[in-house]
């Protein structure tokens, strides 16, 4: 039978299966694409009646009936579809989206079909990965509960042997340093604890804790906190807090501290000469509410545009060296990032290889010492409070045989050979990587006699870490004159 509307041409290049058929469910004409998905010929397939193809809904019927089209319109959703099983000549089968309609010539209808197998199989792979994604989620969390809870163990051992020392130490200053391990091993717990609530992080179930803090405190302990490691890298800390900040505010102290405390451990971790400044200014305060800008700056290792795009992820970090040379496991910045925004806050980040990093925040917290109902001030912005005074200063040490170069290198190099005849290697190998920092910008030759220094001072060899000390001190003589 030939239908002046159809182009048997056209319809063997569609991707659907198209049939015709007579309300007898006689099979008039055929597609190749329905005749290669059901596996007949297409001469076979025209052969054929519906009831070979649709063997529920088209029944076998006498010829006065013929198929029964009440019952397969109940199966039809809304947009007049409906999701049938088409039996193939091997009496296998295959779902299928299928749609019929009346055509011109009256008892002729047409069906299009599209099959649903590809489709089915997809959504069953994407349950199943949706189930393993459970299932993992479900495993880590049990992980990292196990062991946090193994943490925990040494960490309360170190507090309790402390607390026992506070009570017979005289000298106010041991006094003091006892005090701040106290302070540390109590942070240290939280923060081991906030591991444990980074999964409620991801699904939102965190809540922020609004309870009254004494902000200068807060910020002093912060400090002295990263004083020791500071100190010990001979680097230069630069604080620099608003005045106009009141002093008690309400908030979570808890997780403010755990980040800044983050980014100023990664400050001091990556710089291994220079400066880390720290300022906290008041940019807004309506009523009870004020907004805090924080700006954590280093002169180290600095990052690439690329290694600043994934910073912010989960278990990753910078660059895969890092974990080697510095450690850590990647998922502090993320925590802080989810942490600064449940804050009402944002973090940002600003850096070049090699020329320091700036990491800056607001966040909003609220106090009782608020200004008038009807007052709103809003303060100097940031970028002016935080105006440095000896920008001069900033990559002079890192250009290798400027004036402050040379300087750095003298004094980096008196203490290492110090170091090296006191065998206070830990200290040595510090100083060795500042030196190794200091000449960057130096020949191949003299970054390689470095490296050999270096690697002589790990392995705690006396001979060798001074023979190459000398040989590194002569490189430098005659490349920018005597230390």
Known sequence: MELKWLNSQMADELIELILVFNEKGDILFCNRTAAEKLEYTKEELEGCGMPCIFRQEFPETDEAQGFDRKRLEDRMDASRNAELAMYRKNSSCFPANVRIFAADEAGTWVLMAEDLTERKEMNMRVRK????????????????????????????????????????????????????????????????????????????????????????????????????????????????????????????????????????????????????????????????????????????????????????????????????????????????????????????????????????????????????????????SWAAYTREDSEEEEGDFMQFGEERNKEELRKRMEKLAMSIELGAWDKAELLASTVKALVQGSDEDMRRQVLRMETAIRKSSYEKSMEKYEAVRQALAERIGEL
């Open 129 to 380: 990965l949706k189930e393993e994604e459970t299932q993992n989620l479900k495993a880590r969390n049990e992980f990292t509960a196990n062991v946090t809870h193994e943490l925990r163990t040494p960490i309360n051992g170190i507090k309790g042997h402390v607390l026992t020392l506070v009570d017979s130490v005289q000298d106010e200053d041991h006094k003091k340093t006892l005090e701040i391990v106290l302070y540390c091993c109590d942070n240290m717990l939280a923060i081991i604890n906030n591991i444990l609530d980074y999964a409620k992080l991801e699904t939102g179930k965190f809540t922020i804790e609004e309870k009254e803090f004494d902000f200068y405190k807060m910020m002093d302990r912060v400090v002295a906190t990263h004083s020791v490691e500071i100190n010990k890298k001979e680097l230069r800390l630069r604080v620099n807090v608003d005045d106009k900040i009141p002093q008690l505010l309400i908030g979570d102290e808890l997780r403010l501290v755990q980040i800044l405390n983050n980014l100023m451990s990664n400050a001091v971790k990556f710089t291994m000469i220079g400066y880390v400044d720290l300022a906290v200014s008041k940019t807004r305060q309506m009523n009870d509410e004020v907004e805090l800008f924080f700006m954590v700056k280093d002169s180290g290792i600095g990052m690439s545009p690329s290694e600043q795009d994934k910073l912010f992820q989960s278990f990753t970090q910078a660059d895969a060296s890092i974990t080697r040379r510095f450690g850590g496991t990647g998922l502090g910045l993320s925590i802080t990032k989810q942490l600064v925004e449940l804050m009402q806050g944002d973090i940002q980040v600003e850096s070049e290889k090699g020329k320091g990093s700036t990491f800056s925040f607001f966040i909003k917290l609220k106090t009782s010492q608020n200004i008038s109902d009807t007052q709103n001030e809003v303060y100097e």
